[in-house]
């Protein structure tokens, strides 16, 4: 149903080396790329994310209960993913770990504050 997530950034070099990382843990990597925008996925795959500057030229801000979900292949990528966000200028908003039956998630944010998740069910 979704077709692509769209975070706002204030600086777009920073959000790309920190989106770069996470795609090529996904085996994927850009898709789109202009002067402000950057849309990482793969063509005819699945949901896709990109990070651009507010067209309107005001200053990106974080959407209060707003996340974006990364569906990762196994545990081990979940812990991946999570460590690749730390070490590409996120910050931790719960380690990765089991949050209820089936369901094992880690969550950061990326550095201009959006929050994401990796995850698995199952």
């Not at 769209?6 to 090529?24: E, H, I, Q, S």
Request: proline residues 5%; negative net charge.
């Amino acid at each position: 149903m979704i077709g692509y997530v769209t975070v706002g950034t204030n600086d777009l070099p920073r959000a790309a080396k920190f989106y770069d990382a996470l795609a090529a843990e996904m085996g994927t990597g850009r898709m789109m790329e202009f002067e402000t925008f950057i849309a990482w996925g793969t063509p005819g795959g699945g949901a896709g994310v990109a990070a651009t500057k507010p067209y309107d030229g005001q200053a990106a801000t974080v959407g209060n209960g707003v996340m974006v979900a990364l569906e990762a292949r196994d545990k081990e990528q979940v812990d991946r993913l999570y460590q690749i966000a730390m070490d590409n200028g996120g910050s931790d908003e719960g380690a990765p770990g089991p949050r209820g039956d089936g369901f094992y998630a880690g969550y950061f944010r990326d550095p201009d504050g959006n929050k994401l998740n990796a995850f698995v069910m199952g």
